[in-house]
């Protein structure tokens, strides 16, 4: 007779409710491109899919933060069999990745509006990698794992070749569908590796946990599993394979070669999406990895972390000091950001208290803020191919729209570290977690990032605010100022306005944050 109760207790831990933002993201993506295909034919050319969006993902970001701050329902706990793990930290991350939707929705809509592009897939894809992306940082298992980024993956292929008629957009999605293909296989041969040892101990000489534990993949298993059998060659191999696939992700260096080129071709808000949910993802995996199941590695990885954040930070500055076109310059400085993040995930390990952790979140919205703030001024720019930002396209800014102008300069200023906007208080944050792990060489080499970072940021403002842009006719000069005949939508001109206002307010007040600090 087959003992059923296994199943019962499956079914029992099938707790739908704690995955409702994920579900209603994806149900509002089927009807926002459902209602486009049907509004197509009503009326004409006439698309509803922006506002539909915008208004369904604002709504659905004020419930999560009610359901978070204020019913305030359980956290620290494994649903769906241990598939999923919810967290005081994940739901954060869900709110985190519900705002860069909303602002992606809002930036794509005034773009695909000037571009004449298609609305209806763009922000059904939107959606769906958001919610893939919400699924990822909730989970407690490597199957979950590897199916939400390869969701988030897929969205983000077409989403990078989304402009059909430029030859930037589609090399840009070849070269994003090659690189990330092979960093999916690196992180699936290396989950395979840890399955392959852990399902059979005995034959690699390991020794079996006994925990009471029979899921090979499950986080709690293997964070027993990996510290009893840490000198196992095969399961330093495995790990090995999974952190470079994350690395691919992030955009770290040996393994940021893609992100130059992806960035240069990608939609502007698609670059946004790209330099700011995609990295949060990452970090957060990255994070749940190594204060869960690698833990009991921490002596092999560290070492290992530590070269890649200092190469990562060195090369990501010094490279983008070359640069005069924006979009790869500001996706080698995500580069850098990316090293300074990897910084604070070695003093997480090394502390093993939620301080760094939380300076990692926090570095994070700071980051989000900037970054939407100055791709949001970027998207205004009336240049002839989207992927050619260059710095003489930015002269004479200050005085033809002092409004962008300041916009630009605070979320520069902000990705800079600069006082008194929020990324000076979240790199000092991150100076004082690396102090107090005893990081003293990672530190240094963080300061001299910042130092290198302004030279780049700083050239970019002076085109931007101090020199003004020569006056010479259409016909001579090739192509009209970017910033003639702007006009700015009440929503797009507010969301700038918001974007500001907390990069200034989050400098001086750091609210929960702070007292999680």
């Given at each position: 007779m087959i003992d059923l109760a296994p199943f019962k207790l499956f079914a029992d831990s099938n707790d739908w409710f704690e995955v409702w933002p994920e579900l209603a993201l994806a149900l509002g993506a089927v009807l926002v491109l459902g209602l486009e295909l049907f509004r197509s034919k009503e009326l004409g050319r006439r698309s509803f899919a922006g506002p539909?969006?915008?208004?369904?993902?604002?709504?659905?970001?004020?419930?999560?933060?009610?359901?978070?701050?204020?019913?305030?329902?359980?956290?620290?706990?494994?649903?769906?069999?241990?598939?999923l793990g919810?967290?005081?930290r994940g739901e954060v991350m869900r709110s985190f990745?519900?705002?860069?939707?909303?602002?992606?929705?809002?930036?794509?809509?005034?773009?695909?509006?000037?571009?004449?592009?298609?609305?209806?897939?763009?922000?059904h894809l939107t959606m769906l990698a958001t919610a893939?992306?919400?699924?990822?940082?909730?989970?407690?298992?490597?199957?979950?794992?590897?199916?939400?980024?390869?969701?988030?993956?897929?969205?983000?292929?077409?989403?990078v070749a989304y402009q059909r008629d430029s030859a930037k957009s589609l090399e840009a999605g070849l070269k994003y569908l090659v690189f990330g293909a092979l960093s999916s296989s690196l992180l699936l041969f290396g989950i395979v590796l840890l399955y392959g040892v852990a399902v059979n101990p005995e034959a690699w000489g390991c020794v079996p946990v006994g925990v009471g534990l029979d899921d090979p993949l499950e986080f709690g298993y293997l964070s027993y599993f990996l510290e009893a059998n840490?000198?196992?060659?095969?399961?330093?191999?495995?790990?090995?394979?999974?952190?470079?696939?994350?690395?691919?992700?992030?955009?770290?260096a040996p393994f940021q070669i893609w992100v130059p080129d992806v960035y240069h071709g990608s939609p502007m808000p698609i670059t946004a999406f790209l330099a700011v949910s995609s990295k949060a993802a990452g970090f957060f995996?990255?994070?749940?990895?190594?204060?869960?199941?690698?833990?009991?590695?921490?002596?092999?990885?560290?070492?290992?972390?530590?070269?890649?954040?200092?190469?990562?930070?060195?090369?990501?500055?010094?490279a983008a000091c070359a640069q005069r076109n924006l979009k790869r310059l500001l996706g080698l400085s995500g580069v850098a950001h990316a090293g300074y993040l990897l910084v604070g995930v070695i003093a997480a390990m090394l502390s093993q208290t939620m301080q760094a952790d939380w300076v990692i979140t926090f570095y994070l919205f700071t980051y989000l803020l900037g970054s939407f703030a100055v791709f949001g001024v970027m998207s205004l720019a009336n240049?002839?191919?989207?992927?050619?930002?260059?710095?003489?396209?930015?002269?004479?800014?200050?005085?033809?729209?002092?409004?962008?102008?300041?916009?630009?300069?605070?979320?520069?200023?902000?990705?800079?570290?600069?006082?008194?906007?929020?990324?000076?208080?979240?790199?000092?944050?991150?100076?004082?977690?690396?102090?107090?792990?005893?990081?003293?060489?990672?530190?240094?080499v963080m300061v001299v990032g910042v130092v290198i970072s302004i030279y780049y940021y700083f050239g970019w403002l002076r085109e931007a605010l101090f020199i003004p842009r020569p006056k010479f006719s259409d016909e001579e000069d090739g192509e009209p100022d970017p910033w003639d005949g702007l006009k700015l939508g009440g929503i797009f001109k507010l969301t700038l306005v918001i974007l500001t206002a907390a990069t200034l307010v989050l400098g001086i007040w750091?609210?929960?944050?702070?007292?999680?600090f």
């Open positions: 539909i969006a915008i208004f369904f993902q604002a709504s659905l970001l004020v419930f999560h933060l009610i359901d978070y701050l204020i019913w305030h329902h359980p956290f620290d706990h494994e649903t769906f069999s241990g598939l919810q967290s005081s990745f519900l705002l860069a939707s909303l602002l992606v929705s809002i930036l794509g809509e005034s773009y695909l509006r000037r571009r004449k592009l298609a609305g209806g897939e763009f922000h893939g992306l919400m699924l990822l940082v909730q989970s407690n298992h490597f199957l979950m794992l590897f199916v939400a980024l390869e969701t988030v993956a897929i969205c983000f292929y077409v989403l840490s000198d196992n060659l095969i399961l330093r191999a495995g790990v090995i394979l999974i952190i470079s696939g994350i690395a691919f992700k992030i955009g770290a995996v990255l994070l749940n990895l190594v204060n869960g199941p690698f833990e009991g590695m921490s002596d092999f990885l560290l070492p290992i972390l530590g070269f890649i954040a200092t190469l990562t930070i060195l090369f990501g500055n010094l240049v002839p191919d989207d992927a050619e930002h260059e710095f003489s396209h930015y002269e004479g800014l200050g005085q033809k729209n002092p409004f962008l102008a300041f916009v630009l300069s605070c979320g520069v200023c902000s990705l800079a570290g600069v006082p008194p906007f929020a990324g000076f208080i979240a790199k000092l944050l991150l100076f004082v977690v690396a102090f107090k792990a005893k990081l003293y060489f990672s530190l240094a750091q609210g929960a944050f702070g007292d999680a």
